[in-house]
């Protein structure tokens, strides 16, 4: 079974940065795509960054683009999410998931909380 673990979350002032990691296993082959969704509180989950399985593609939300980068270390099996000059409108559950899509998405992890303070 495909396990996913985020890990990284916490509390940042605005204009700081973090870097959320996703432990993943379980997958039957060594590439495989990966999502970072965000949820912030009283609103929808939204996909914010996505790796594809070759690493040669990746996908940035309009809000965060320029601010983030999605990473991968395949001998790790782990994908990064490097966030810089988070500001409130990053606060939220950060869930890592096996898919680009959220349709498409069959396993996610546990999420991580980043808070970012005014």
């Known amino acids: 079974d495909v396990q996913l673990q985020a890990s990284g979350g916490g509390l940042v002032q605005s204009g700081g940065s973090l870097r959320l990691s996703c432990a993943a296993s379980g997958f039957s082959g060594v590439d495989w795509a990966l999502g970072w969704f965000r949820q912030a509180p009283g609103k929808e989950r939204e996909g914010v960054s996505c790796?594809?399985?070759?690493?040669?593609?990746?996908y940035y939300s309009e809000s965060v683009k320029g601010r983030y980068t999605i990473s991968r270390d395949a001998a790790k099996k782990t994908v990064y999410l490097q966030m810089n000059s988070l500001d409130t409108g990053d606060t939220g559950t950060y869930y890592c998931a096996d898919a680009c899509r959220y349709s498409w998405v069959q396993n996610w992890g546990k999420g991580t909380l980043v808070t970012v303070s005014s």
């Open positions: 790796i594809s399985r070759d690493d040669e593609n990746t």
